[in-house]
Every structure is written in C-alpha cells, then in structure tokens.
T-cell receptor
Framework: ETGVTQTPRHLVMGMTNKKSLKCEQH?????MYWYKQSAKKPLELMFV???????ENNSVPSRFSPECPNSSHLFLHLHTLQPEDSALYLC?????????????FGNGTRLTVT | RKEVEQDPGPFNVPEGATVAFNCTYS??????FFWYRQDCRKEPKLLMS???SGNEDGRFTAQLNRASQYISLLIRDSKLSDSATYLC????????????FGTGTRLQVTL
C-alpha cells in the first residue's frame, strides 16, 4: 500500500457543485498538508494540520474547506469553485518534527472546474 | 526577489552528459533544503536532502552555499530516465509548514 493515497485521481465539476477530495497516509506521520499546483507556478501551500489541529491557512478562499478527523486522514471540501481553481491538488504528509523532515506526496487530484 | 528561484530551462542534454542546476533563496535564515523530482503529470518525490557539507547519492551531488544563498544539484552520466522537472525546496522560516517550492527546472535527456 502506497504511503499517501488520494482520491479521486481526476475530478470534473461545475461551479455550483459540491465535492470532496480525500487523502490518507499510512506512514505514521503527524502533519498533513494540502498544496495546489497550477501550470507554470510553484506549489502553493493551502493548509497544514499538525496532530489534527490546523496550524496554517494560507489565505485560502472559503470555498475550500479542509477537514482532518485524525492524523491519518485529510479532506478538502469544495463548493462554488471558479474555473481558475482548476489545478492539481496535492496532499502531503511529514513527521512534523524535526523541522527538516521532508514531505511525502500523494499522487494528486487533477481538478477541472467547468 | 522571489523566495526561491530556479532557471525553468528546459535543459536539453545528451545521455552521459553532466548537468548542473542552481537554485537561489532569499531568506538567509533558511534551515533546510531539498531537491524533489517531478515527472510529467505525477506528484513530486524527494530526490535528496541537501546538507551543509554537501552530499552525494550515486550520480547525484547536492551542495549548499549559505554565503551566496544557493543550492545546486549535479547529475553525472545522465540517463534518459533522469528526464523530469527538478524542484528546489527551502524551509524558509524554520518550521515544516513553511517549505517553499521553486517553479522547477525541466531536464530533457536525449539519445
């Protein structure tokens, strides 16, 4: 079983839909992240959870709503998205401490908003 | 100045060549540094951490120059399978939540 799994792999949704992205990590890590990757742009950090507590919200619009029920699971709830929200959404996990622990990414959800 | 800056490339090199990428960062207090590799339409994967004394992993050598605030990645004896985008990642503020990514350098290794 891979370390970080994301579902679905691909998602097409209209601007009025509500959908959720799911992430699960099997690495025993304490920190989980949502990143957005758009074409020609660096990865943008969206949210960080450490021991299930949200520690970072990087000025993300409220149409993106994260949920972390436990250290192994992370969700990103989506509603009333805009076409510019189309991107690759990557979940990642890390040990959380020490600070120099690297990230382990899931294979991403490619989102298209029509 | 961008927080983490990389030459986007593409770098087109023949098999067997040696190629080097540089990455500059703006925050002198940055504490940890990484190179990630991202294949087309795939997730980034950790290639190697970068240590102060420099480190090597097979054909890959990473170096850190704190005085000039850059890190480098050297790939020797390039293989076709090395074709990918190489992302420079810097821990800007000393916490895991502040890893900042460069836009990546695209490498294409050809026959």
């Amino acid at each position: 079983e891979t370390g970080v799994t994301q579902t679905p792999r691909h998602l097409v949704m209209g601007m009025t839909n509500k959908k959720s992205l799911k992430c699960e990590q099997h690495l025993g890590h304490n920190a989980m992240y949502w990143y957005k990757q758009s074409a020609k742009k660096p990865l943008e950090l969206m949210f960080v959870y450490n021991f299930k507590e949200q520690t970072e919200n990087n000025s993300v619009p409220s149409r993106f709503s994260p949920e972390c029920p436990n250290s192994s699971h992370l969700f990103l709830h989506l509603h009333t998205l805009q076409p510019e929200d189309s991107a690759l959404y990557l979940c990642a996990s890390s040990q959380g401490t020490p600070d120099n622990s690297p990230l382990h990414f899931g294979n991403g959800t490619r989102l298209t908003v029509t | 100045r961008k927080e983490v800056e990389q030459d986007p490339g593409p770098f087109n090199v023949p098999e067997g060549a040696t190629v080097a990428f540089n990455c500059t960062y703006s925050n002198s207090a940055s504490q940890s540094f990484f190179w990630y590799r991202q294949d087309c339409r795939k997730e980034p994967k950790l290639l190697m951490s970068v240590y102060s004394s420099g480190n090597e992993d097979g054909r890959f050598t990473a170096q850190l120059n704190r005085a000039s605030q850059y890190i480098s990645l050297l790939i020797r004896d390039s293989k076709l399978s090395d074709s990918a985008t190489y992302l420079c990642v810097v821990n800007m503020y000393g916490t895991a939540s502040k890893l900042t990514f460069g836009t990546g350098t695209r490498l294409q290794v050809t026959l």
